[in-house]
């Protein structure tokens, strides 16, 4: 059974600073890795997509990584902002399209 | 704006009664997943719809149906509502061979409340 790990739970950074999120999961079997956003009480935003035979993807300030063998991913967030203030959920699939399994997410606090 | 668009946005409903949740996804998108997200937690997968038929099943107990329409639409059914069934509901649209592979776009979710 997949089990997907996000560490830190909480994060509170000064505004500007450069942070990593981490996520691990137990099988490394995967079809590909997704790094969502989520607001209070909102859905989800999908912001990076990494396929299992990519090391990594870039979108803005945002870098996502995934080392399948070791079953890591992070999330790198260049200069943080308060907009960024959010929780990030990092998710796996085992085939196309298929289930996804979530980690319980690291709830971020950018303070101005 | 992912496309997904999901109704209602917010239910109220007593201990026992029966709840439908709607989702209307991207057009061509014949692959929608549902999930339960509990307060504080990830969301856990229900059960997904392929081409009008269930496609992988979670955790779930038998009380918790769905239904794809040819439009690809799709509803979640909820028999003999807990306290615990209190989450943000979410579904997941997905559309083969585009070149975001394997990429889920979610609706904003019904936030439902047990009583």
């Known amino acids: 059974k997949q089990e997907v790990t996000q560490i830190p739970a909480a994060l509170s950074v000064p505004e500007g600073e450069n942070l990593v999120l981490n996520c691990s999961f137990t099988?490394?079997?995967?079809?590909?890795l997704q790094w969502f956003r989520q607001d209070p009480g909102k859905g989800l935003t999908s912001l990076l997509l990494i396929q299992s035979s990519q090391r990594e993807q870039t979108s803005g300030r945002l870098n996502a990584s995934l080392d399948k063998s070791s079953g890591r991913s992070t999330l790198y967030i260049a200069a943080s902002q308060p907009g960024d203030s959010a929780t990030y959920l990092c998710a796996v699939s085992r085939r196309y399209a298929g289930k996804s399994t979530f980690g319980d997410g690291t709830t971020l606090t950018v303070k101005p | 704006e992912t496309g997904v668009t999901q109704s209602p946005t917010h239910l109220i409903k007593t201990r026992g009664q029966q709840v439908t949740l709607r989702c209307s996804s991207q057009?061509?998108?014949?692959?929608v997943s549902w999930y339960q997200q509990a307060l504080g937690q990830g969301p856990q997968f229900i059960f997904q719809y392929y081409r009008e038929e269930e496609n992988g099943r979670g955790n779930f107990p038998p009380r918790f149906s769905g239904l794809q329409f040819p439009n690809y639409s799709s509803e979640l059914n909820v028999n003999a509502l807990e306290l615990d069934d209190s989450a943000l509901y979410l579904c997941a649209s997905s559309h083969p061979g585009t070149a975001a592979s394997g990429k889920a776009f979610f609706g904003q979710g019904t936030r439902l409340t047990v009583v």
């Open positions: 057009s061509g998108h014949n692959t």
């Open positions: 099988d490394s079997a995967i079809y590909n």
